[in-house]
T-cell receptor, first 112, second 113 residues
Framework: GVTQSPTHLIKTRGQQVTLRCSSQ?????VSWYQQALGQGPQFIFQ???????GRGNFPPRFSGLQFPNDSSELNVNALELDDSALYLC?????????????FGQGTRLTVV | AQSVTQLDSQVPVFEEAPVELRCNYS??????LFWYVQYPNQGLQLLLK??????LVESINGFEAEFNKSQTSFHLRKPSVHISDTAEYFC???????????FGKGTHLIIQP
């Protein structure tokens, strides 16, 4: 399945954070979502074969990387209190991943 | 722009009773539609999806949803719920060929014994 690390994280406003995701073997598309408390997930961006190929309404301080070994990262710079949320990673073997996306259990980020 | 409206934030229902969770969407093009379930402190699990073909789709655990294009709805139903169905349910939409899913705010299904 899709695994994410760490499961929980506390950071201070202004700091930078890196969240990690390990996709299912053979999946070449990964996307990241932010789920604030009591809300539905919001699409941050998607990577296909190590290149960003879709982005939601998030500022450039949200960035990512995808590696050839089925792993990926979400980086957030200059953390704000509103960045506190559950961050979900999803992977798929399809370029258009929405038809079959598998989600990880998420990383809960708290910014204080 | 797409949007998804889940009309009920919470739905309490007695065990073994039927339930309907409502979902309406807005989009100007052809869409894919999904229901995901989220148990406490867990990620999202795909419950069922409509991509094309029959407008009635079913899951392996007794849920079903019907795509109604004229009413832009994709309501989720189950004829008899169990305590284990207690969870948060999210409706999601994607334009065909687009990146990313647009989710609703979720409906908390509360099963009462």
């Amino acid at each position: 399945g899709v695994t994410q690390s760490p499961t929980h994280l506390i950071k201070t406003r202004g700091q930078q954070v890196t969240l990690r995701c390990s996709s299912q073997s053979g999946h070449n598309t990964v996307s990241w979502y932010q789920q604030a408390l009591g809300q539905g997930p919001q699409f941050i961006f998607q990577y296909y074969r190590e290149e960003e190929n879709g982005r939601g309404n998030f500022p450039p301080r949200f960035s990512g990387l995808q590696f050839p070994n089925d792993s990926s990262e979400l980086n957030v710079n200059a953390l704000e209190l509103d960045d506190s949320a559950l961050y979900l990673c999803a992977s798929s073997k399809d370029r258009i991943m929405n038809t079959e996306a598998f989600f990880g259990q998420g990383t809960r980020l708290t910014v204080v | 722009a797409q949007s998804v409206t889940q009309l009920d934030s919470q739905v309490p229902v007695f065990e073994e009773a039927p339930v309907e969770l409502r979902c309406n969407y807005s989009s100007s093009v052809s869409v894919y539609l999904f229901w995901y379930v989220q148990y406490p402190n867990q990620g999202l699990q795909l419950l069922l999806k409509y991509l094309s073909g029959s407008t009635l789709v079913e899951s392996i655990n007794g849920f079903e949803a019907e795509f109604n294009k004229s009413q832009t709805s994709f309501h989720l139903r189950k004829p008899s719920v169990h305590i284990s169905d207690t969870a948060e349910y999210f409706c999601a939409v994607s334009d065909v060929g687009a990146d990313g899913l647009t989710f609703g705010k979720g409906t908390h299904l509360i099963i009462q014994p």
